[in-house]
């Protein structure tokens, strides 16, 4: 497992890929690749008949090229790592800062792919992965880049711990409807990091999320809340709301203060409120009382 330090000091654990599911990975981009090359020099065989011997060589290595070399680079490219053998196996090419990979990357991969995988069929890479403490062939070392595990275990994933006992419930009625996804996210990495920051760091960075929270919420951060218990509590919340609503059918509606109060979904003309059972409608009269 390699531990990876991004610019706010938030310990990443990126699970470095190990030997196995990378050679698995690179036999179904390479059964792909073969697939493909096979039936793109068919047909350019089928079509260059009249050519001479020197123009079909050519137009072979250029084919070699462009569909064994090129296409993987250009895959790896256009998917920001993930090619499709990587994606049947959970893995992905990531920076070794744990950003995604760019063109640059993607070359110097392919081309040292070339000696690694095809040349030598897989024996240097496999002997450098080996050797590497990270697993990382040589395409790796001079790109720097690192093949990581997307899919973490159910049992190994993120817990956000829960909030203090006296916190729970008192956000009950706190507009959450302005809150971004984004800063969701990273709340729940703090939450779920926060035994691994440095003291003064973590308590920086809590600080500043609980800001930008009270800042979309429209409510101040209570005086006497840490910043770190209030994350947790509104955290919390919005899980509660969200199961409350997935269960009960109920919502939530702003009240205009910058709160919010439980409201339940109207069910449509024609079902029943209690159990959704289906009731009759009232007979049309004909009668149209006056104005």
Request: proline share 8%; aromatic share 6%; glycine share 10%.
């Amino acid at each position: 497992m390699s531990e990876l330090v991004t610019g706010e000091a938030v310990a990443l654990e990126l699970r470095t890929a190990r030997l196995p599911s990378r050679a698995l990975a690179v036999l179904i981009d390479l059964a792909v690749a073969f697939a493909v090359y096979i039936s793109v020099s068919v047909a350019l065989l089928a079509a260059t008949a009249s050519l001479d011997d020197a123009a079909v060589a050519a137009i072979s290595v250029a084919t070699f090229l462009l569909v064994l070399v090129g296409g993987p680079i250009a895959v790896e490219t256009l998917s920001h790592g993930r090619s499709l053998g990587k994606l049947a196996c959970g893995l992905r090419v990531v920076r070794d800062d744990g950003g995604p990979i760019r063109f640059r990357h993607a070359l110097v991969r392919g081309a040292m792919g070339v000696i690694e995988i095809l040349a030598s069929f897989g024996v240097v890479a496999c002997i450098a992965s080996l050797v590497s403490a990270r697993g990382r062939r040589l395409g790796d070392v001079f790109a720097g880049t690192l093949v990581v595990r997307e899919r973490v275990p159910a049992g190994r994933a993120s817990y956000v711990p829960p909030p203090p006992p006296w916190l729970v419930g008192r956000f009950a009625e706190l507009d959450l409807s302005g809150v971004p996804d984004g800063l969701w996210l990273a709340i729940r990495q703090y939450l779920t990091r926060m035994g691994q920051l440095d003291p003064q760091v973590g308590a920086a960075m809590a600080e500043r999320l609980a800001g930008d929270l009270a800042a979309r919420t429209g409510v101040a951060l209570p005086p006497g809340v840490p910043p770190g218990p209030y994350l947790a509590a509104v955290v919390h919340e919005r899980q509660t709301r969200e199961a409350r609503q997935a269960f009960t059918g109920e919502g939530v509606a702003p009240r205009g203060d910058g709160f919010t109060q439980a409201r339940p979904v109207v069910p449509p003309h024609g079902v029943s409120a209690e159990r959704g059972a289906e009731v009759e409608a009232p007979p049309a009269t004909g009668f149209v009382p006056p104005a």
